[in-house]
C-alpha cells in the first residue's frame, strides 16, 4: 500500500487548497497536482497516529516458545492431511496470543490467494524469522513439510530449554549483587548518620576506614540526585550504544571474556550453530544458504561476523572445516568432526552429534557456574558489609579503651 501524503497548494486563481493523496513519492505527488493546474507550496508524508495498544505491543510478542508450540501442532495437522488453509484456521481459532492471531488470519488470505506459504511467512519476518521460512521453503520443495515443521518445533524447543538454563545461572548473582548494593545504600544513609554524633562526641582523631565510611555516607546523603542521575545517564548510554553494530560487537565479545561465564556463552554459540546448521543441511538447504542464516541465529555478533568470513572462504572453495579452524572460537573437537563429516558427505549427521554434546556442556556449565559463583558472591557480600561494619566498630573500640 503506497504512502499517503498531506499537501497544501493554490490554485489558479490564487485559492488555498489542501488534501491527501496516495503515492509512492513526494515528487508524484507534485506532478499529479501540477498536472491537475495546481502551484503546490508543501507535501509532507501523513503520521498515522498510534492506537495506545500498539506502544505496549511488546507484552504481546511473539515468543520462541510460541513458535514451538505452534510449529507442533501444525505438524500434526498436515500430518493428518489437512489442508494448508484448514490448518492455519484451526491453528488461529487455538492460540492465544493476538500477535499471532492477527499474522496467521493474513498468512491464511495470502495462501489462499496463491501464495506458497514459504512465502506468506515471509512476508511477517518480525513473527517467522529467516531460518522459519527457508525451512518451510526447503519442506515444501521436498514434499515433508510436515516433518520439517517438527523438526523446527524441536530446535525451538530446545532454544527455549537453553535461555531458560542460562536465566537461571544469572538469576543468583543478579539478586545477591541488587542485595549488596542495597544493603550498602541503606547502612550509609541510615545506620551511619546515627553514629556521626557519638563519633564527634569522642574529640579523637578517627581511623582511616571510619573517616572514608562517613564522607561516602555524607556524599551519598547530599548528592545522592546527582548520583542516580549519573547512574540513570550512564545506563541510558550503553543501552544506546549496544543498539549499535558497533556496540553489540563490543558488548558480545565482552561476553566472551567473562571468567566463568565467557565458557558458557562460548559453548551456547556453538551449539547455536551446530544445530542451527545440521538441521537446515538434513531438510535440503544448501551450504552457503545455511550459513547465511546461522549468522542470524548465533546469538553472538563475534561468532556471527566469524561465520560471515567462513561462508565467504567456502564460496572461494575453501572447506568450512579449513575455514573456522583458524580462530579460537571453535575447539578443535568441532572442527575434527566437521572435517569427518566433509569427508563422509554427512555433515548434518556430525554436527548434530556435536550439537547433543554441546547442550550437555551447557547443562554441566550451568550447574558449574552456580556452584562457582554463589561463594563468589557469598564471599564479595560479606567483604562489602564486613568493612562497612568494621569501620563502624573500630571508633567504638577506642572509646572504650579511653573509659578504660
Same mark, same amino acid.
Given at each position: 500500500?503506497?504512502?499517503?501524503?498531506?499537501?497544501? &497548494?493554490?490554485?489558479?486563481?490564487?485559492?488555498?487548497?489542501?488534501?491527501?493523496?496516495?503515492?509512492?513519492?513526494?515528487?508524484?505527488?507534485?506532478?499529479?497536482?501540477?498536472?491537475?493546474?495546481?502551484?503546490?507550496?508543501?507535501?509532507?508524508?501523513?503520521?498515522?497516529?498510534?492506537?495506545?495498544?500498539?506502544?505496549?505491543?511488546?507484552?504481546?510478542?511473539?515468543?520462541?516458545?510460541?513458535?514451538?508450540?505452534?510449529?507442533?501442532?501444525?505438524?500434526?495437522?498436515?500430518?493428518?492431511?489437512?489442508?494448508?488453509?484448514?490448518?492455519?484456521?484451526? +491453528?488461529?481459532?487455538?492460540?492465544?496470543?493476538?500477535?499471532?492471531?492477527?499474522?496467521?488470519?493474513?498468512?491464511?488470505?495470502?495462501?489462499?490467494?496463491?501464495?506458497?506459504?514459504?512465502?506468506?511467512?515471509?512476508?511477517?519476518?518480525?513473527?517467522?524469522?529467516?531460518?522459519?521460512?527457508?525451512?518451510?521453503? &526447503?519442506?515444501?520443495?521436498?514434499?515433508?513439510?510436515?516433518?520439517?515443521?517438527?523438526?523446527?518445533?524441536?530446535?525451538?524447543?530446545?532454544?527455549?530449554?537453553?535461555?531458560?538454563?542460562?536465566?537461571?545461572?544469572?538469576?543468583?548473582?543478579?539478586?545477591?549483587?541488587?542485595?549488596?548494593?542495597?544493603?550498602?545504600?541503606?547502612?550509609?544513609?541510615?545506620?551511619?548518620?546515627?553514629?556521626?554524633?557519638?563519633? &564527634?562526641?569522642?574529640?579523637?582523631?578517627?581511623?582511616?576506614?571510619?573517616?572514608?565510611?562517613?564522607?561516602?555516607?555524607?556524599?551519598?546523603?547530599?548528592?545522592?540526585?546527582?548520583?542516580?542521575?549519573?547512574?540513570?545517564?550512564?545506563?541510558?548510554?550503553?543501552?544506546?550504544?549496544?543498539?549499535? &553494530?558497533?556496540?553489540?560487537?563490543?558488548?558480545?565479545?565482552?561476553? +566472551?571474556?567473562?571468567?566463568?561465564?565467557?565458557?558458557?556463552?562460548?559453548?551456547?554459540?556453538?551449539?547455536?550453530?551446530?544445530?542451527?546448521?545440521?538441521?537446515?543441511?538434513?531438510?535440503?538447504?544448501?551450504?552457503?544458504?545455511?550459513?547465511?542464516?546461522?549468522?542470524?541465529?548465533?546469538?553472538?555478533?563475534?561468532?556471527?561476523?566469524?561465520?560471515?568470513?567462513?561462508?565467504?572462504?567456502?564460496?572461494?572453495?575453501?572447506?568450512?572445516?579449513?575455514?573456522?579452524?583458524?580462530?579460537?572460537?571453535?575447539?578443535?573437537?568441532?572442527?575434527?568432526?566437521?572435517?569427518?563429516?566433509?569427508?563422509?558427505?554427512?555433515?548434518?549427521?556430525?554436527?548434530?552429534?556435536?550439537?547433543?554434546?554441546?547442550?550437555?556442556?551447557?547443562?554441566?556449565?550451568?550447574?558449574?557456574?552456580?556452584?562457582?559463583?554463589?561463594?563468589?558472591?557469598?564471599?564479595? +557480600?560479606?567483604?562489602?558489609?564486613?568493612?562497612?561494619?568494621?569501620?563502624?566498630?573500630?571508633?567504638?573500640?577506642?572509646?572504650?579503651?579511653?573509659?578504660?
Amino acid at each position: 500500500m503506497a504512502p499517503v501524503f498531506e499537501y497544501q &497548494a493554490r490554485s489558479k486563481s490564487g485559492k488555498k487548497v489542501n488534501g491527501t493523496i496516495s503515492a509512492d513519492e513526494p515528487s508524484l505527488v507534485a506532478s499529479q497536482l501540477k498536472e491537475q493546474g495546481y502551484y503546490v507550496t508543501s507535501v509532507d508524508q501523513k503520521v498515522e497516529k498510534k492506537d495506545v495498544g500498539e506502544y505496549f505491543s511488546f507484552l504481546n510478542r511473539v515468543t520462541i516458545n510460541d513458535l514451538a508450540v505452534f510449529s507442533q501442532q501444525f505438524s500434526v495437522l498436515i500430518n493428518a492431511g489437512i489442508s494448508l488453509v484448514d490448518a492455519i484456521e484451526l +491453528l488461529n481459532d487455538q492460540t492465544n496470543n493476538k500477535k499471532l492471531q492477527e499474522v496467521l488470519r493474513e498468512v491464511q488470505e495470502e495462501v489462499e490467494t496463491g501464495s506458497s506459504l514459504s512465502d506468506a511467512f515471509k512476508n511477517h519476518s518480525d513473527v517467522f524469522p529467516p531460518l522459519y521460512y527457508q525451512l518451510i521453503k &526447503a519442506g515444501e520443495a521436498g514434499g515433508r513439510l510436515d516433518t520439517v515443521l517438527a523438526n523446527l518445533a524441536e530446535h525451538y524447543e530446545r532454544q527455549e530449554e537453553l535461555k531458560n538454563k542460562v536465566k537461571s545461572a544469572m538469576y543468583y548473582p543478579v539478586v545477591v549483587l541488587i542485595i549488596a548494593v542495597l544493603a550498602v545504600i541503606g547502612m550509609l544513609m541510615f545506620i551511619v548518620p546515627q553514629f556521626v554524633g557519638m563519633f &564527634a562526641d569522642m574529640g579523637a582523631e578517627l581511623p582511616l576506614p571510619t573517616r572514608i565510611l562517613l564522607m561516602l555516607s555524607n556524599f551519598l546523603q547530599n548528592y545522592w540526585w546527582l548520583l542516580g542521575g549519573i547512574l540513570a545517564v550512564i545506563i541510558f548510554a550503553l543501552l544506546q550504544y549496544n543498539k549499535t &553494530a558497533k556496540g553489540k560487537l563490543f558488548f558480545d565479545s565482552l561476553k +566472551l571474556k567473562i571468567p566463568i561465564m565467557g565458557i558458557l556463552f562460548k559453548k551456547i554459540a556453538i551449539s547455536r550453530f551446530s544445530g542451527t546448521l545440521s538441521m537446515l543441511l538434513n531438510s535440503g538447504v544448501d551450504l552457503l544458504a545455511g550459513l547465511g542464516i546461522v549468522e542470524e541465529v548465533v546469538g553472538n555478533d563475534v561468532y556471527s561476523q566469524f561465520i560471515t568470513e567462513s561462508r565467504i572462504k567456502v564460496r572461494d572453495g575453501e572447506s568450512l572445516s579449513a575455514s573456522i579452524e583458524k580462530d579460537d572460537l571453535f575447539p578443535n573437537m568441532v572442527v575434527h568432526m566437521l572435517r569427518i563429516g566433509e569427508e563422509t558427505g554427512q555433515i548434518d549427521q556430525l554436527l548434530q552429534k556435536v550439537t547433543d554434546f554441546y547442550d550437555r556442556e551447557v547443562e554441566s556449565a550451568v550447574e558449574g557456574s552456580i556452584s562457582m559463583i554463589e561463594p563468589l558472591m557469598i564471599v564479595m +557480600l560479606a567483604i562489602v558489609v564486613g568493612s562497612a561494619v568494621i569501620a563502624i566498630v573500630l571508633p567504638m573500640f577506642d572509646m572504650f579503651q579511653h573509659i578504660q
